[in-house]
């Protein structure tokens, strides 16, 4: 799948490993993915041994007038696992100024290992 995401006015990318790292601990979290004007906005929701992720399009990024387009339950491994994937293909390619805006990625491996139990996940 691809998806053509902003890095303006936010950084999705970074927003999404702070995510992740919420979720995988325990705390509900959110991510803008701005699309100039829209957006997605992914939600995060542990519930005991699971998470619930909902996707919600906006219309104009407008959080307000956004509707729901996909919710699912399942394991970390389930849910999280995948994400954490795509975070680690997109820190393979190094990406820099002036084609992304800089992400820390010093917590990927801890991550890693709270969603899959082993830092290579």
């Known amino acids: 799948m ?22 995988a ?25 699971e998470v619930e992720f909902k996707l ?7 959080r307000s007038r956004s509707q729901e387009v996909l919710s699912t339950t399942g394991s970390q491994v389930e849910i999280l696992l995948p994400f954490w994937r795509f ?3 997109f820190q393979s390619h190094s990406y820099a100024e002036p084609h992304w805006t800089a992400v820390n990625y010093d917590r990927i491996l801890a991550i890693g290992a709270l969603i899959g139990g082993t830092s290579d996940a």
């Open 87 to 89: 975070l680690r293909e």
């Open 25 to 49: 601990s325990g705390t509900p979290s959110y991510v803008w993915w701005h699309l100039e004007p829209d957006g997605y906005f992914m939600h995060f929701m542990p519930i005991k041994e």
């Open 2 to 23: 691809r998806i053509d995401a902003s890095d303006v006015p936010n950084n999705p990318v970074q927003e999404l490993v702070e995510a992740l790292d919420m979720a």
């Open 56 to 62: 919600h399009f906006a219309p104009g990024s407008e």
